[in-house]
């Protein structure tokens, strides 16, 4: 059942009740709202924003930003049935098995489970996210100079990988008639929720208050509850619900908000003339798979054992044609010598071949950093809910510096070895500053990060809130590291793995007299 409360409102004070409350109505929301509906859970999700956005709504994620240079919060997520489905790009990519681990150069790294507890989620994230099976080829090692569709580039230490590319889909409104006929779901829209109540105890969820703009406010009730409002706003309400715990629920040593990280998205660095297959091979832009009709965008990264060697964190390198080249940077000695060569020499009959050149996208890993963190406003500032509003101080630190310039010289060497071409390296020497460039790719984690001890992070493997034995939290915020894969395939198949526990958790509980 889906409900508007702007125009179905409920009656002031009611109380809804049902085994599972899910705040929020975005990838991780509604993927679990289906998936433990099929499981025979009645269901209660609640989403602030309508059926399409408005102005009112996102201006509750507004908020300040006091450390480097991003976007603005209100417009980093959308407010609205399906969340940041609605303008997601649609590519994605499993986290390396290595992303897991404990790695020795990243400070607060290591997640309390491994791949293969998220792995077996992944195929059913891939059909719900509409991509093609998960081809051989495009996240293994094989043999140098081979390619998914022929012979590839022999780069030292480099592999050849692939995004796939959802369409994509907005679960909105592709689910939108699923969710009408869910008869033990009822999924609330324009219901914003305003407070987390904790029992007195302070070790339950008691109920969420939930408010309709100009309208009646209302409470839900349940067995379990689920926080999925994203990786700034899982973090606010947290931090805002001080009536019981007075530093905000499961932040009794400090970690809620801490270790937000984005993927650092630094392009158009570098430049790369390439010469005989290099130049041929369409690494630029996406392609059709003959057997299933997908989509899939080629990137190169480093090898999970180069960078082990190198203590860099993960980092893709995506290619960007460059054009009218020779305009922009004409006097530029590696043109200059390009343009002169034989291969380049003016024909009578012929024009001049043009200059082709690459560029590079770098998204990449962010490491886990303490002080890079979501808090509440210092001044107390509230939103029209209540609420007191979002600072997102987002650091970076020498790791991403230094990944950022011995990646591109790594592949620079690669490219000079294996002679396919010449590389001029542009990420400056001076690692006090980073490009003026460097931007998010809207990808908001870490900030309720999963780990094995209350003292080291804010759920446990479960994704359950340490202390609060009925509250869980779904999404990218309980991402102990960030890899440099897109996080929607992994938030899919995490939220698949989430419902499977809660499942055989109640099942295990009505079975006990």
């Known amino acids: 059942m889906l409900i508007d409360a702007l125009t179905d409102p409920p009656q002031a004070g009611q109380v809804f009740q049902a085994d599972v409350c899910i705040i929020g109505g975005g990838v991780a929301g509604l993927t679990l709202t289906k998936e433990l509906a099929k499981n ?77 507890d998220i792995n077996p989620y992944y195929d059913e994230a891939g059909k719900i996210l509409k991509i093609g099976p998960f081809h051989p080829l495009l996240d293994q090692k094989r043999e140098p100079g081979t390619h998914l569709s022929g012979p590839g580039l022999k780069l030292d230490g480099f592999e050849s990988v692939f995004f796939q590319m959802s369409p994509p889909v907005r679960l909105g409104k592709l689910w939108r008639d699923d969710l009408k006929a869910l008869k033990q779901v009822k999924v609330f829209v324009n219901a914003n929720v305003s407070h987390l109540q904790l029992a007195e ?9 939930c408010q309709v703009f100009d309208g009646p406010k209302f409470k839900v009730k349940a067995k379990f509850f689920i926080l999925a409002g994203g990786g700034i706003e899982n973090p606010r309400m947290l931090l805002n619900a001080r009536d019981v715990a007075k530093a905000g629920i499961g932040n009794q040593h400090d970690f809620v908000g801490r270790y937000f990280m984005e993927h650092p998205h630094i392009d158009r660095e570098s430049l790369w003339l390439p010469a005989g297959m290099a130049s041929r091979l369409n690494y630029y832009r996406s392609r059709k798979r003959k057997a299933t009709k997908d989509r899939v965008w080629p990137c190169l990264r480093l090898s999970a054992e180069r960078l082990a060697e190198e203590e860099l964190l993960d980092f893709s390198l995506v290619l960007f044609k460059r054009s009218n080249i020779a ?13 002169r060569s034989s291969e380049y020499l003016h024909n009578p009959v012929r024009k001049p071949k043009p200059i082709l050149a690459y560029t590079f996208g ?26 007191i509003k979002s600072t ?39 690692l006090d500053t980073f490009p003026k460039q460097t931007k998010g790719g809207y990808h908001h984690m870490g900030t309720t990060r999963m780990a094995d001890h209350e003292r080291e992070g804010v759920v446990d493997r479960d994704c359950k809130v340490f202390g609060v034995d009925n509250l869980y939290v779904a999404g990218s915020s309980v991402f102990t590291t960030s890899g440099a894969a897109n996080p929607t395939l992994s938030i899919v198949a995490l939220a698949l793995r989430l419902a499977e526990h809660l499942s055989q958790r109640t099942q295990r509980e009505d079975k006990t007299p």
Not at 81 to 87: P, R
Request: charged share 25%; net charge positive.
């Open 327 to 339: 305009k922009e940077e004409k006097n530029h000695p590696l043109l200059t010598a390009v343009q």
């Open 201 to 209: 105890h302070g070790q339950a969820m008691q109920s969420v208050d």
């Open 392 to 430: 997102l101080n987002w650091q970076l630190t020498s790791l991403e510096k230094r990944t950022l310039r011995r990646g591109h010289e790594l592949f620079a060497e690669a490219v000079v070895i294996g002679n396919h071409g010449r590389m001029r390296v542009t990420p400056t020497l001076n």
């Open 40 to 116: 025979g859970l009645s269901v209660i999700t609640l989403e602030g924003g309508g059926l399409k956005e408005s102005k009112r709504s996102q201006a509750v994620y507004r908020g300040e930003n006091s450390g480097r240079k991003y976007f603005r919060l209100h417009r980093a997520r959308r407010r609205y049935l399906g969340g940041s489905s609605n303008c997601w790009a649609g590519l994605c990519a499993r986290l390396r098995p290595t992303d897991f681990e404990k790695r020795s150069w990243i400070p607060h790294s290591g997640w309390p489970i491994s791949s293969e």
């Open 362 to 387: 770098n998204p990449m890993e962010q490491a886990p950093n303490p002080d890079s963190r979501v808090m509440l406003d210092e001044d107390g500032a509230r939103d029209e809910l209540g609420l």
